[in-house]
């Protein structure tokens, strides 16, 4: 089962916690500095080690023979990055069945571990990928600096090399006009926000990825322990909007919720930006108790399956706007559709 269909805690606002650590080989050129023939060596040197690791559950992905959509559908769900999807010689990914640890290997560092989790679970993720790291540091020649901490290609990821991100769903914070107030303070206090798929992304559907920016000169215990208070302040001020606008206006909440579930389950054509927002105010309406048949496993679901790329894997073939629009349309309907018809049919298959 994909991780993303297991609970997590503080589910109901952050939808997933994401660790990253990135590691290079000493005695070669950055990524960026490579030739062909100087990735294709760095890979597999590293891979040799990884399919060696004991238990080892990582399927190795070489990016280039990959078609596009293929390698689209990955970046949506958070296995890849643009970067690695350019698929140079010598770029490949390391990815577990259950699609929550992936290595990328040669994209802007030789080695990009990551490791992502279900609802707010910082502390347990990092741990999961300090032990793919030391192994790795135990088996390989990795870049390290007493004065610096470890050497990546960017100056913004030197020290602990370490990124820790998470993906929180804000619907009152956004409609109550404090976002810009809150990313403000996020900012300030050396955090980023961006878009629900990352770097150069726009959010959608009320979603946001925050991360930490600094990296050197903090350990990595302390970089946890502040980004956790951080995120702790914007569940609390998130929880504490929508109990007022639970009180203040639960008709009209209630409407619009019901309104969206209307749509997603009867509309024929679904423009994905769309699917995302009516799909952010059913995920408010579990959390305030309106929703009895839809859960946040269906949720999730449609979250990572819905994109462009991913629409047309699942069909097999490349589609136009158009069909796409048709198949999300599909697709969302069987999903919330599927559990009320199997609780009235008596059974779970």
Known sequence: MSWYLEAGNDS??????????????????????MNDEQRT???????????????????????????????QALI???????????????QSAFISRDENFSVM????????????????????????????????????PVAFSE??????AYPSNTGTGLRASVMVHLPVIAASGKIANVFDSLEKAGYTVRGVYGEKSRPAGNIFQISNTITLGISENRILQNFTKMINEV?????????????????????????????LAYARFLPENEAMNRLSDLRLGVACGFLK??????????????????VQKRCG????????????????????LKKKETKQGGSDV
Not at 237 to 259: G, Q, V
């Open 41 to 71: 060596k760095a890979l597999e040197q590293i891979s040799e080690v990884l399919s060696k690791m004991p238990g080892n559950v990582l399927m190795r992905m070489d990016i280039s023979p990959l078609p596009m959509i293929d390698r």
């Open 317 to 336: 073939e490349a589609l136009d706007l158009k069909e796409r629009d048709r198949k999300r349309a599909e697709f969302v309907r069987e999903v919330l």
């Open 147 to 152: 004065k610096y901490g470890f050497l990546t």
């Open 76 to 90: 949506e769900k958070h296995l890849i990055s643009e970067e690695l999807a350019k698929g140079q010689a010598g």
């Open 235 to 263: 569940i609390t001020l998130e929880r504490k909007l929508r109990k007022e606008h639970y009180e203040k206006n639960k008709d009209r909440l209630e409407d619009k919720i019901y309104r969206s579930m209307g749509e």
């Open 293 to 310: 048949d839809v859960d946040e496993r269906q949720l999730m679901l449609l979250l990572n399956t819905i994109g462009q790329a991913s």
């Open 12 to 33: 109901d606002i952050v939808l997933s916690s994401r660790i990253r650590l990135a590691r290079n080989l000493s005695g070669m050129p950055f990524p960026n500095r």
């Open 105 to 140: 290997i040669n994209e802007e560092d030789h080695i990009r571990i990551q490791v992502m989790a279900p609802g707010f679970a910082l502390e347990n993720t990092y741990k999961q990928a300090e032990e793919l790291a030391l192994y790795l540091e135990q088996n390989l």
